[in-house]
């Protein structure tokens, strides 16, 4: 099992749409969440970080559900430049600290 | 913009040559990271260092190495690339205080015919 599992998609949605992703982590000492997001062939660019209590930016919300190990990203009246691939970030210090990415989920916002 | 820059962008290079990628970051950060991104995996630590002189392995780092002499200044090494290590390079640094996010850099594309 990948420590942090994603729906690789892609969600195809229209513009104005509401879409959310899940994601889902396995080692319950994982400390610190994040989405990132992902231009086709650019860098990883952080999005948002996600925290217990649920937190909003503007259209974006980020939830964590610690008892579910998993957490999950609402983006409300999608644009046509929400399009690109969504990475879920975990980090944990077991020993070490440690930063696991999930694959990610291609987003695709059509007009 | 977290003041990172990576050289070259892209590279194309034959097997059993060596490569060296360099990452520049201009804020002073103590921790720099190295991965390595392919379809249908997420970004794949190599290497990272937490100061000067001090590195330790990721998850794939066999046929790697890195250096770093100065802050500002992360090396990756291929001692002798392979087809294998065709891929897109990333460095990262983490942020400051006690957050653990990180900020990338453009990537390098490295092609191994």
């Known amino acids: 099992r990948k420590e942090v599992e994603q729906d690789p998609g892609p969600f195809n949605v229209p513009e104005g749409a509401t879409v959310a992703f899940n994601c889902t982590y396995s080692?319950?000492?994982?400390?610190?969440f994040f989405w990132y997001r992902q231009d086709c062939r650019k860098e990883p660019k952080l999005l948002m970080s996600?925290?217990?209590s649920g937190n909003e930016d503007g259209r974006f919300t980020a939830q964590l559900n610690r008892a579910s190990q998993y957490i999950s990203l609402l983006i409300r009246d999608s644009k046509l430049s929400d399009s690109a691939t969504y990475l879920c970030v975990v980090t944990l210090n077991t020993g070490g600290f440690k930063t696991i990415f999930g694959a990610g989920t291609r987003l695709f916002v059509k007009a | 913009d977290a003041g990172i820059t990576q050289s070259p962008r892209h590279k194309v290079t034959e097997t059993g040559t060596p490569v060296t990628l360099r990452c520049h970051q201009t804020?002073?950060?103590?921790?720099m990271y190295w991965y390595r991104q392919d379809p249908g995996h997420g970004l794949r630590l190599i290497h990272y260092s937490y100061g000067v002189k001090d590195t330790d392995k990721g998850e794939v780092s066999d046929g790697y190495s890195v250096s770093r002499s100065k802050t500002e200044d992360f090396l990756l090494t291929l001692e002798s690339a392979t087809s294998s290590q065709t891929s897109v390079y990333f460095c990262?640094?983490?942020?400051?205080?006690?957050?653990?996010?990180?900020?990338f850099g453009p990537g390098t594309r490295l092609t191994v015919t």
């Open positions: 080692n319950s000492a994982s400390q610190s």
């Open positions: 996600v925290y217990s």
């Open positions: 990262a640094i983490r942020g400051t205080g006690d957050s653990y996010e990180q900020y």
């Open positions: 804020e002073n950060h103590r921790y």
